[in-house]
């Protein structure tokens, strides 16, 4: 079975300010790491994924997540905040080894961003 | 730009109402899924489909049945509408099949009041 954990339901900040969302999963096998940004009346749109190689990833928006395999997290970051930042955040999973397409989602932060 | 369309962005049905929800997809995405959001939970993935006619149950699948006839349509269909399943539903679709590392693009979602 495969899950995430969001262990933060808000997370403050000001603009100008660096971001941390954090996200741990488990699978149990190798994983794909996702994160996603919705906006309040909207789907979500897709900001980044991991698959392999530089632990590092880049996205849209100035976004960028960091995969850790030895404490199973993917933590989102960016440099500076900005208030248009402000919006929900998902973190999702699926194991390399499983069959189907699906991914398992966390259950979302909310980060604040005030001016 | 992959384009994930739903048929109503707001829904008010009756309590025992049939309920059909509509998601159409324009990027030849062998996989479709509805998934409900609720806050504090996430999102939840109901049914999934990988092919026409094919289909998966998710994680909460109790209450709902889905078609897909047609490869770009994928429909939700609530049987007899309880109260506990105003949500707000999200379609998506990706590419398909096997193990690789597909995101998914969703659609702007169908809140749903049943009262």
């Known amino acids: 079975a495969q899950s995430v954990a969001q262990p933060e339901d808000q997370v403050n900040v000001a603009e100008g300010n660096p971001l941390t969302v954090k996200c741990t999963y488990s699978v149990s096998g190798n994983p794909y790491l996702f994160w996603y940004v919705q906006y309040p009346n909207r789907g979500l749109q897709f900001l980044l994924k991991?698959?392999?190689?530089?632990?590092l990833v880049k996205g849209s928006y100035g976004f960028e997540a960091e995969f850790n395999k030895s404490q199973t997290s993917f933590h989102l970051k960016k440099p500076s905040a900005l208030v248009s930042d402000s919006a929900l955040y998902f973190c999702?999973?699926?194991?390399?080894?499983?069959?189907?397409?699906?991914?398992?989602f966390g259950k979302g932060t909310m980060l604040l961003v005030s001016p | 730009d992959v384009k994930v369309t739903q048929s109503s962005r707001y829904l008010v049905k009756r309590t025992g109402e049939k309920v059909f929800l509509e998601c159409v997809q324009d990027?030849?995405?062998?996989?479709m899924f509805w998934y409900r959001q609720d806050p504090g939970l996430g999102l939840r993935l109901i049914y999934f489909s990988y092919d026409v006619k094919m289909k998966e149950k998710g994680d909460i699948p109790e209450g709902y049945s889905v078609s897909r006839e047609k490869k770009e349509r994928f429909s939700l269909i609530l049987e007899s509408a309880s109260t506990n399943q105003t949500s707000m539903y999200l379609c998506?679709?990706?590419w398909g099949p096997g193990q690789g590392a597909y995101e998914q693009y969703f659609g702007p979602g169908t809140r749903l009041t049943v009262t």
């Open positions: 998506a679709s990706s």
């Open positions: 990027m030849d995405h062998e996989n």
């Open positions: 991991y698959i392999t190689g530089d632990n």
């Open positions: 999702a999973v699926r194991d390399m080894n499983s069959g189907y397409s699906t991914l398992t």
